[in-house]
């Protein structure tokens, strides 16, 4: 999976998590909870959306890499590279 699909299904699960959130203003530089009103549930849910979308499990001790689009681009890549769109 190419980084602009992934970066379009990281987007999707965190709007289906959080629909207030303005994806024209998200910073990948930036935490998701420093930038929106993200609470704990919304970003549990936001994950859960990841595994759910991707076909993938993530350990909760990782949740916390996830918690800026760079972060989940660095971890989601290596998991999910070799995916085909689908």
């Given at each position: 999976m190419d980084e602009n699909s992934l970066r379009r299904r990281i987007t999707e699960s965190l709007i289906k998590a959080a629909p207030d959130i303005d994806q024209n203003a998200l910073d990948p530089d930036i935490n998701f909870r420093d930038q929106f009103e993200v609470d704990s549930v919304d970003f549990l849910n936001?994950?859960?959306d990841?595994?759910?979308?991707?076909?993938i499990k993530i350990p909760e001790v990782d949740y916390p890499k996830l918690s800026g689009m760079k972060g989940c681009l660095a971890y989601l890549q290596p998991l999910v590279g070799d995916q085909q769109e689908g």
């Open positions: 936001f994950v859960l990841l595994e759910k979308r991707l076909g």
